[in-house]
């Protein structure tokens, strides 16, 4: 159990660190943490920094919408909802599949 505790706590510490590294990379941090948590942080860290600073994911046109869409997906209450059941599903499956 100690073990499972230990690993949840790098993984989230993982993708807040993959939030903070957008952030200072001109990205979306909460995007990149979302990303980290569903995936892996340091794979997500590896994706980071292989794109280059400031370099646009979205074309101009289209970025602010994506962007947008994002910033109104965090503002509602379906957010911390998706958040809890993410960290609630990967326990499970490390319960279940664990040992």
């Known amino acids: 159990m100690t073990g499972l505790v230990v690993l949840v706590g790098v ?3 993982g993708a807040v660190l993959c939030g903070y590294v957008a952030e200072q990379r001109q990205r979306s941090g909460p995007a990149w943490s979302l990303l980290a948590l569903l995936f892996s942080p340091l794979l997500i860290m590896l994706a980071l920094l292989a794109i280059p600073m400031g370099a646009p994911l979205v074309p101009a046109p289209n970025r602010d919408a994506v962007e947008g869409a994002l910033d109104r997906f965090a503002a ?3 957010f911390p909802i998706v958040f809890v059941a993410v960290i609630v599903l990967g326990l499970v499956l ?3 599949f664990g040992d």
Do not use: I, P, Y
């Open 76 to 78: 509602t209450k379906a």
């Open 94 to 96: 490390l319960f279940v």
């Open 11 to 13: 993984w989230v510490g």
